[in-house]
């Protein structure tokens, strides 16, 4: 794997050590967090099928899992959380944001950004056959909420009153407590489906923007750079580390924007503005899913690549 530029010098984030397996203890007694529940594509580390080296490094016991990408939102003063995607790792996701806010409860809402299958699948975990929930929130665009009521098995779950769906629109916030309010905002994906959007999230006093899937920022109707600059934090996708990760596959058609694409349109930030940025959604063939002198690299050059355990206070 060829190195994006040399490394000039070593940044400390605000975070502490994020090592992909580091996962520090913070005080829940009170105010608002953000945890991150995954950080790999949709298939999650180790894919199916997958005997490549970072993989056999799973299989032969040398590595941990990691779960696909998925965010906690716990509001810590009302014992309340909510989730950002409903993934294959949804039974895992959700022991552990329940333990970090301390309660056995079901979400408050989930927050979905598609209909590709690490986003939306874990659904399936609400149902008449696993928890049989009641009517959790789940807030959806449009066409998203029209695929989940007329499509199989998961109109199972809105006849049978597992979920309740909460239809947003892109630019309005949707308001989840005095102190916390979502806004979602579209994102050129593959829509095959559903819309895609992304997310920001807000609080009194810090805000953040999560955008795990979109085909190449030039492509979209905004300025990345711009939006990264109004906020505190910035989960953005990194699916794919650069073009040739994938041997044999037309890369044109899963567009996401490189790794090195996203390091050289932003390598010119001031520091403060690069410390912003976390990297998540990992395929697996990226080497920033472990802990990769790729993923050192990054981390020197002022960047962040998320890791699961990390926890961010937004108060």
């Known amino acids: 794997m060829k190195n994006l530029i040399p490394l000039f010098f070593l940044f400390l984030i605000s975070c502490g ?8 203890v913070a005080n829940h007694s009170s105010g608002i967090e953000l945890v991150v529940l995954g950080i790999a594509q949709d298939a999650g580390f180790p894919q199916a099928g ?3 080296e970072n993989c056999q ?3 032969e016991g040398k590595e941990e899992r990691r779960h696909a990408t998925s965010l906690g939102l716990i509001d ?3 014992g309340k959380y909510w989730l950002f995607e409903a993934t294959p790792d949804f039974k895992d996701q959700l022991h552990a944001v329940q333990k970090s806010a301390g309660t056995t409860a079901n979400p408050s809402g989930i927050f979905l950004t598609h209909a590709h299958i690490g986003h939306y699948t874990g659904l399936m975990h609400l149902g008449h056959e696993v928890m049989g929930a009641s009517r959790i929130p789940v807030y959806t665009m449009p066409r998203m909420k029209s695929y989940l009521q007329t499509n199989g098995p998961w109109k199972q779950l809105v006849d049978f009153g597992n979920i309740a769906l909460q239809q947003m629109s892109a630019g309005s916030l949707v308001q989840l407590s005095e102190n916390i309010k979502v806004t979602p905002f579209l994102v050129p994906h593959r829509d095959e489906y559903s ?3 992304g997310y920001r999230i807000e609080t009194e006093n810090k805000s953040v923007l999560f ?4 085909n190449k920022w030039d492509i979209w109707d905004r300025s990345i750079v711009e939006e990264i600059s109004k906020v505190d934090y910035a989960f953005l996708d990194a699916t794919f580390y650069d073009s040739d990760e994938l041997p044999g596959r037309d890369m044109s058609e899963i567009p996401h924007p490189f790794l090195e694409e996203s390091i050289q349109l932003f390598k010119n930030l001031p520091a403060s503005e690069k410390a912003k940025v976390h990297f998540i959604h990992f395929n697996h063939t990226n080497p920033l899913i472990l802990d990769s002198p790729e993923r050192k690299e990054v981390e020197s050059l002022g960047f962040n690549a998320a890791f699961e355990g990390m926890e961010i206070d937004l108060d």
């Open 76 to 78: 810590h003063t009302s």
């Open 211 to 214: 955008i795990p899937d979109i």
């Open 50 to 52: 997958c005997e490549k």
């Open 17 to 24: 050590n994020n090592s992909p397996n580091n996962k520090p």
């Open 57 to 59: 490094l799973y299989w």
């Open 195 to 197: 819309e895609t959007v």
